[in-house]
C-alpha cells in the first residue's frame, strides 16, 4: 500500500500523521511504483511458472507425495482394462464374412482382430503454468489551473516467466497378449492399490469412468472389416497389403485430449491526487494449462517365426508393422502441431492468434 496522507496546509504528503515526513510529488510516482514491482515480484515468486510444475492437482498432492507416479499407473490401467474389455466385444460382435472367389476366408490372420495385431499407446501430460506482473502508474502535471489544462505521463513494465513440463509414455501390447495372457494378472478386477495408491482426482482420465474404447473399438472393427483391405496372398488371405509399407493399410487410431485452463489474477489500484495505476491490463495474473492426451493406432503387428516349448514353428508378434507404426507416427506429428496452432490463451483471457 501507499499510506500517504495530503496536507492542504503545508501543500504536500506525507507517509503518516505522526512522522510528518514530507515527499514531493515527484518522489510519489517513484516511491508507488516500487512498491507496486515489489509487490508484483513477490506474489510471483510464489505464483506459477517460476518453479517445475507438477502434473497432479494440490489436492492430490497434499494427501500423497507419489501423486505424480499413482495418477500416471492408475491412468495406463484404466487404459488397458478397457481395451481388454473392447477386444473381447469387438471380437464377439463383428458378423461380417469374407469370401474370396466364392471361397470363405477363415484363417486366423483374418478374424476380427486377431491375435497378430497389436495396439500402439501413447500417453502424454503436459503442464503449462505462467505468471506475470504488468505495473504500471500515471502521474498528472497541471499546466493551467484557469483552463484545466494538464499534462500526463504513464510508465509502465512488464515481468513474466512460463515453466512447461511434458511426461509421456509409450507402450506397444500384442493383442494376444491384452486378450488371454495378461488379464490373467486380473489388474482390472483387483486394483493394487500398495502399488497405484489412492485413487487420484487430478485427471479426467481417472476421474471418468468411461473413456469410450469400450464403444469405439468395436465400432472400428466393423467398420475395417467392412471391404477390407486386399490381401497379399494369391488366396485372398492373410495380413493386407501395405503393411511393410508406409500405407497403414486396416489399421485405426483413436486420440482423445482433454484441455483444462484455470486462471487467476490481481489488480489493486490507488487514485491519489495526481497519480493513478491502471486497472487493465492486471497487475499480478497467473494461469495453468493442463493437457492430458491419450492416442491409441491398432493394426497388423510384424511378425516372425519362431519355434515354441514343443519344437513347434510358430508366428511370433516382435512389433507393430512398418504401416502402424508409420500411421502411429503420423498422428503424433499431427497432435503435435495442433497443439503449437492452437490459440494461445493469454493469463488474461484474451485470445492471442
Known amino acids: 500500500m501507499c499510506p500517504l496522507i495530503w496536507s492542504k496546509k503545508s501543500g504536500t504528503f506525507s ?7 514530507d ?34 492437482e494440490a489436492w492430490d498432492l497434499v494427501a500423497d507425495t507419489d501423486a505424480t507416479q499413482h495418477m500416471e499407473m492408475q491412468i495406463k490401467r484404466a487404459i488397458f482394462c478397457e481395451l481388454r474389455d473392447a477386444v473381447r466385444i469387438a471380437r464377439n460382435r463383428v458378423q461380417y464374412k469374407t469370401y474370396y472367389h466364392g471361397k470363405l476366408v477363415s484363417t486366423a490372420a483374418d478374424q476380427p482382430i486377431p491375435d ?42 512488464q515481468l513474466s516467466s512460463d ?16 486378450a488371454n495372457v495378461l488379464s490373467e494378472s486380473q489388474v482390472c478386477e483387483k486394483p493394487q492399490e500398495q502399488f497405484i495408491g489412492q485413487p487420484s482426482h487430478s485427471s479426467p482420465f481417472t476421474v471418468l469412468s468411461d473413456l469410450g474404447i469400450r464403444d469405439w473399438l468395436p465400432a472400428a472393427t466393423e467398420t475395417s472389416a467392412y471391404l477390407r483391405s486386399s490381401r497379399s496372398a494369391a488366396s485372398g488371405e492373410g495380413p493386407p497389403l501395405g503393411t511393410a509399407g508406409s500405407f497403414a ?27 493513478t495505476t491502471a486497472s487493465s491490463p492486471a497487475l499480478f495474473d497467473t494461469s495453468r494449462t493442463r493437457t492430458h492426451e491419450l492416442l491409441l493406432t491398432i493394426g497388423p503387428g510384424a511378425t516372425t517365426t519362431v519355434k515354441n516349448s514343443k519344437g513347434q514353428v510358430v508366428s511370433k508378434t516382435v512389433g507393430p508393422s ?32
Request: some cysteine; aromatic content about 8%.
Open 249 to 275: 493399410s486396416d489399421s485405426f487410431s483413436y486420440d482423445v485430449k482433454f484441455v483444462i485452463v484455470t486462471d487467476g489474477n490481481l489488480t489493486p489500484t490507488w487514485k491519489l491526487l495526481r497519480v
Open 116 to 157: 497378430s495385431w497389436g495396439v500402439q499407446q501413447t500417453l502424454t501430460f503436459t503442464v503449462d503454468e505462467q505468471s506475470k506482473v504488468t505495473p504500471s502508474a500515471t502521474y498528472t502535471w497541471p499546466l493551467n489551473t484557469a483552463a484545466s489544462q494538464t499534462f500526463a505521463l504513464t510508465a509502465g513494465g
Open 322 to 353: 512398418n504401416s502402424a507404426a508409420s500411421s502411429h507416427l503420423a498422428q503424433e506429428i499431427g497432435s503435435a502441431v495442433a497443439t503449437a496452432l492452437r490459440p494461445a490463451i493469454a493469463p488474461t483471457g484474451v485470445t492471442v492468434p
Open 163 to 178: 515453466a512447461t513440463r511434458t511426461d509421456k509414455f509409450s507402450t506397444f501390447y500384442t493383442i494376444a497378449e491384452i
Open 23 to 56: 515527499i514531493s510529488e515527484g518522489r510519489l510516482m517513484r516511491k508507488c511504483l516500487q512498491i507496486i514491482a515489489i509487490s508484483g515480484l513477490a506474489l510471483q515468486q510464489t505464483g506459477c511458472g517460476t518453479v517445475v510444475p507438477k502434473i497432479p
Open 15 to 21: 507517509t503518516s500523521r505522526s512522522e510528518g515526513l
